[in-house]
């Protein structure tokens, strides 16, 4: 039987991917959906087809979240205490060298993946105190680790929801309100396509499908886990990884300045 708190799921950038996984699975489970995302024929189609198939309540919000307005409209549906589950899936963008990336293009990817993710994390775990229990997702990705050419913004905002979601996860160590972040490595989705790009910059073999990876994730949740890396086969890599973090963060406390600092 699932662990997941009962009640209704959000899911953000539902419309395709990672995001349309999510709600085939939770509605699997028997959750109520609320479905968020730019493009409202997808979304209708996906709602129809889950009513159908699992029959659960399924809503749709067209909303974009890079816009104030809909964000806003996002945040207010998340007010609602019936709400048990947030997955702040929607993302992307920003991709390529930062001389051929637009101020614009950033701004864009900050407002999805940092703004619009920090603002409906906030709204949610508001929601979820008040009704005693609850259970935020947050899309992070591997990138978050890797600072990379062409992807400064992407990689830089991932960062962000690598930090910000396990401090928040941190805060709620102790429950009733459940915080997990999921890291995907390369999934096969239409993130490329999208924005003009190849997927053949990863190889065949390095990519999941959107379905293993959400069932990996749900998996995670289920077992109460806060840091979900499906592709890491080797857990004691991550372990290795906090140690090191740790011992770096005991070692900047010095009070020194490092030799190699020093003026002769
Ligand atoms: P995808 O198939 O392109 O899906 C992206 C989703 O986000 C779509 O539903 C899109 O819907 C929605 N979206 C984009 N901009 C939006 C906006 N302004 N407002 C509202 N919704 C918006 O890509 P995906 O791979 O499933 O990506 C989902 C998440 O996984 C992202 O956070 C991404 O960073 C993360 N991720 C993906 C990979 C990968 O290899 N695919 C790896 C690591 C992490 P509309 O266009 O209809 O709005």
Redesign the pocket.
């Known amino acids: 039987m699932s662990t997941l708190p009962k009640g209704r799921a959000v899911v953000?950038?539902?419309?395709?991917?990672?995001?349309?996984a999510f709600a085939e699975r939770l509605a699997g489970r028997g959750h109520p959906l609320l479905l968020?995302?730019?493009?409202a024929d997808?979304?209708e189609a996906l709602a129809a087809d889950l009513r159908g198939a699992q029959g659960v309540d399924v809503q749709v919000l067209v909303?974009?979240?890079?816009?104030p307005a809909?964000l806003a409209a996002t945040e207010a549906r998340l007010a609602d205490p019936d709400i048990a589950i947030l997955v702040n899936?929607?993302?992307?963008?920003g991709l390529g060298p930062s001389a051929a990336v637009s101020a614009d293009q950033i701004e864009?990817t900050l407002?999805?993946?940092v703004l619009?993710l920090a603002r409906l994390s906030h709204g949610a775990l508001a929601t979820f105190r008040a009704r005693g229990g609850g259970l935020l997702i947050n899309?992070?990705?591997?990138?978050a680790h890797a600072p990379s050419a062409g992807g400064a913004a992407?990689s830089g905002s991932?960062a962000f929801v690598l930090n910000f979601t396990r401090s928040l996860a941190m805060e709620h160590a102790e429950g009733p309100v459940r915080v997990q972040l999921v890291?995907?490595?390369?999934?096969?989705?239409?993130?490329?396509s999208?924005q003009g790009l190849s997927?053949a910059v990863?190889p065949d073999s390095a990519?999941l499908t959107?379905q293993q990876l959400v069932d990996a994730a749900l998996f995670g949740a289920e077992a109460g886990e806060t840091v979900t890396v499906p592709s890491l086969g080797d857990p004691t890599i991550w372990d290795r990884m906090e140690a090191e973090r740790q011992a770096f963060m005991g070692a900047v406390g010095s009070g020194q300045v490092a030799a190699r600092y020093r003026v002769a």
């Open positions: 953000t950038g539902a419309s395709s991917g990672i995001g349309a968020v995302a730019r493009r997808r979304l909303a974009d979240l890079e816009d809909g899936n929607a993302g992307g963008g864009r407002r999805l993946n619009a899309i992070g990705s591997v990138m992407y991932k890291m995907p490595g390369p999934i096969r989705t239409e993130f490329f999208s997927d990863f990519y959107p």
